[in-house]
């Protein structure tokens, strides 16, 4: 075993992807590794890696406040880059609600143009459906606003992903997974453990 495996075998989803031998055998080598190169290698372990951090951002939101994860939202919509430079770009409306609205996002310094938000943290299993979406639109409508995002920890059915895509207003769905894969990409949530820069020959050098 290599070192790198060694490494990973401190992750739960690493040890059943490499346990998956019906008789119980253990499989240190997934469809032939002496196969693979070792930057394929690399971009296994990485999603391995990333999928398990995943799995215990969710289980982390879950485990919070309906507040926090309201404050969470608005935290990684402007990281995401919503707002751009303008100051108090993003807020959490909170306890005091606002008519289905959980978020508001400024994307211009004098605020004409908001991009409101609602956050659903509902077990991972649980599903948004048409109706939930609906009653969100009406919000948006009562604000006269075109644009919205509807984040959960669980997820869509079909029908609630159809409507979204089918009305005149601006309606971006999230779902548990996605969140957690944009928290990981703009470091909401989480931080650098390790990096490894990869490298190769400059043959551009070598020329005489």
């Known amino acids: 075993m290599t070192q790198i495996q060694k490494l990973l075998t401190r992750?739960?989803?690493?040890?059943?992807?490499?346990n998956q031998d019906p008789k119980g055998k253990t499989v240190e080598s997934v469809e032939n590794t002496e196969d693979k190169t070792p930057l394929e290698l690399i971009g296994e372990n990485y999603n391995i890696?990333?999928?398990?951090?995943q799995d215990l951002l969710l289980e982390k939101i879950l485990s919070c406040s309906p507040i926090f994860f309201?404050?969470?939202?608005?935290?990684?919509?402007?990281a995401m880059g919503y707002?751009?430079?303008?100051?108090?770009?993003?807020?959490?409306?909170?306890?005091s609600g606002d008519e289905g609205i959980d978020g508001i996002i400024k994307e211009d310094v004098l605020g004409l143009d908001m991009i409101y938000l609602q956050a659903k943290r509902?077990?991972?299993?649980?599903?948004?459906s048409r109706p939930d979406i609906q009653t969100f639109v009406g919000s948006l409508v009562g604000k006269q606003a075109s644009k919205g995002i509807f984040i959960?920890?669980?997820?869509?059915?079909?029908?609630?992903i159809d409507y979204a895509n089918s009305?005149?207003?601006?309606?971006?769905?999230?779902?548990?997974?996605?969140?957690?894969d944009?928290?990981?990409?703009y470091n909401v949530g989480v931080s650098n453990e390790e990096v490894f820069v990869t490298k190769k020959i400059d043959l551009d050098f070598f020329e005489e």
């Open 11 to 18: 992750y739960p989803s690493f040890n059943e992807f490499i």
């Open 49 to 53: 890696l990333k999928n398990e951090i």
């Open 70 to 78: 309201e404050r969470l939202i608005v935290d990684l919509i402007v």
């Open 83 to 95: 707002g751009g430079s303008v100051k108090d770009a993003g807020r959490a409306i909170g306890k």
């Open 122 to 128: 509902w077990k991972k299993d649980s599903t948004v």
């Open 152 to 160: 959960t920890t669980a997820k869509f059915t079909q029908g609630a």
């Open 167 to 180: 009305i005149d207003k601006r309606v971006i769905l999230i779902d548990g997974n996605q969140l957690t």
């Open 182 to 185: 944009l928290m990981f990409k």
